[in-house]
């Protein structure tokens, strides 16, 4: 089901920065400029969220909230509220108003999606056609083994996008007879927490299709994702053909 978010702020720079941070995500963006009508709007499309900023012309953040909270048919809305301030004062008056989530100026649309995540279920958009163009981003056959390569940056909206091709990959691996897997990380260049747990669903995914896998990656990964307790025992190898020769 395609979610509606409802974005206020009177920077259309930061309007364009939501709508983009949710492109990837099955949503509808809809935008206001003020308070005033972020409130109308909200009664016509009923949004499952709100990403509201506190300063704005003719009627402010904190106003529409105060309104949005006395409306029975708005009140439970989840609302993101955007704020130039990180005083601890600021921030004990936003959760004042009952609000949990709320982000700093400036921030990045992954900031936001890893927040929205927290209370609203993001499916990744399937359309037409670019299922198969995303798949080869990821996905690649070398013979009988199939290679899932992960790029540079793990962020959440990779992740989930991942994680959904992977599903689809794993079935068709078993209708084509292929349980081999090589998890390539040779191009990843920073080893965040998203990645761990990606590298853990790959793993256990695989598993439990009896896919066999095997993980590469530089010297620098292997010794990092040690590090962590979750990867600290996973063979590394060092190239695809090392992983090759191991089946």
Request: proline share 4%.
């Amino acid at each position: 089901m395609t979610l509606k978010v409802l974005s206020i702020d009177d920077s259309k720079t930061i309007r364009m920065i939501v709508k983009k941070a949710f492109k990837a995500f099955d949503c509808e963006v809809f935008e206001a400029e003020n308070g005033l009508e972020g409130l109308t709007l909200a009664g016509k499309v009923l949004p499952d969220l709100i990403v509201l900023d506190i300063t704005m012309p003719v009627m402010t953040g904190v106003e529409m909230l105060e309104k949005l909270k006395a409306d029975p048919a708005l009140r439970s809305i989840p609302v993101i509220m955007l704020t130039a301030e990180s005083g601890k004062d600021n921030v004990l008056n936003i959760v004042k108003m009952g609000v949990q989530n709320y982000i700093v100026k400036p921030f990045k649309g992954e900031q936001l999606i890893e927040r929205a995540q927290t209370v609203i279920k993001l499916e990744t958009k399937v359309e037409e056609g670019p299922t198969e163009d995303a798949s080869a981003r990821y996905f690649s056959l070398e013979g009988n083994v199939q290679v899932l390569t992960l790029p540079a940056k793990i962020i959440r909206p990779v992740v989930v996008e991942v994680e959904n091709l992977l599903k689809i990959k794993v079935e068709e691996m078993k209708k084509g007879g292929l349980n081999r897997c090589i998890l390539n990380l040779t191009g990843v260049a920073e080893t965040n927490v998203s990645l761990i747990k990606l590298i853990i669903t790959i793993l256990e995914t695989c598993q439990r299709s009896s896919i066999h896998i095997r993980v590469v990656g530089t010297a620098t990964l292997s010794t990092e994702l040690k590090s962590f307790q979750e990867t600290s025992e996973i063979p590394i190898r060092m190239t695809i053909e090392d992983a090759m020769g191991s089946f």
